[in-house]
């Protein structure tokens, strides 16, 4: 028998950063297409002026999905006025978020187990209609799912989860609960398993010197350190609470190859100092394999084919590494 190839959706993200640019190059890499069953969401000036801003030829197109070509998922859909580049604008929202609702059915009917979206911009989605705080709500709000999500980053070999995210700083202590840091515990070691990793995971403190017995805060005593002892005894393995300010250098020696972070920041900066460049967004705790790059836009550089593959790269792996194993 032969092993089936994992069945991805990509969709070029915000037409006017460079998304479209960063999909092209990862179409274009040596064994990409023979490997995966791709279904590109875009139309075919769209797809052609992504391998034009990437300096490259277009990669082969089929009407079925075959090795070594791409399947064009074109609906005649694309503005009839090409939408301006390296702006803000409703009109790049509305795109991104038409493909993306496009990829999201292709799940439903069971025809992709993963999505890849290049990068988004965040103000033209909510200038589009986009009512939730990021992506990861949107897509549970379009599969109409309900249970423990949280938007995961993995940089090389470490993978960090976040117990709250896209919310004000005031808000995040009220949120850091016994059954939300287990629950994030959780999901970071299922999908660490489901990528085929053995996972070994640290958890953050919230307050500085991990609360020092309290004299900087309970969290630690009262939801954290509770939620680690309850996720030990259901066979995780699992450590903390450990302080933020040197978790992630035990992270670097080996020590942890998953991290339970409290708030978007406290994650986000250690991994974006241990490199920018390659890191991966995944929509953790949905039903379909869901990532995408780290960074943004960059709309300064749009148009010039010098845009970084390597973060959409990274994404495009992982998801169709995760999509492998569950349609295995």
Known sequence: MTQQRPRVAL???????????????????????????VHVLADRDEFERAFADARLPAVPLGDEPRPGVATLLDDHSAPPTPIPTGVVSEEAGHRAMHQLRRAVALAAEGRVGAIVFAPLNKTSLHLAGMQEEDELRWFAKQMDHHGTTSELNVLEDLWTARVTSHIPLSA??????????RATIGLLHQVLTDAGI???LGVCALNPHAGENGNFGREEIDAIAPAVAAATADGI???GPFPSDTIFLAA??????GIVTMYH????????????????????GLPVSIATPAHGTAFEIVGQGVADPTSMANAFDIAAAVAARRQA
């Open 198 to 200: 053995e996972p070994r």
């Open 237 to 239: 393995d699992v450590r």
């Open 265 to 284: 920041d406290q994650g986000q900066i250690a991994m974006k100092l241990l490199g920018f460049s390659g890191g991966v967004t995944i929509q953790g």
């Open 172 to 181: 995040v202590a009220a949120r850091v609960t016994p059954e939300s840091v």
């Open 252 to 257: 670097r020696r080996g020590d942890f190859n």
């Open 11 to 37: 969709t070029l993200g915000d037409p006017a950063g460079i998304g479209p640019e960063l999909a092209a190059k990862v179409l274009s890499r040596p064994g990409t297409l023979d490997a995966n069953e």
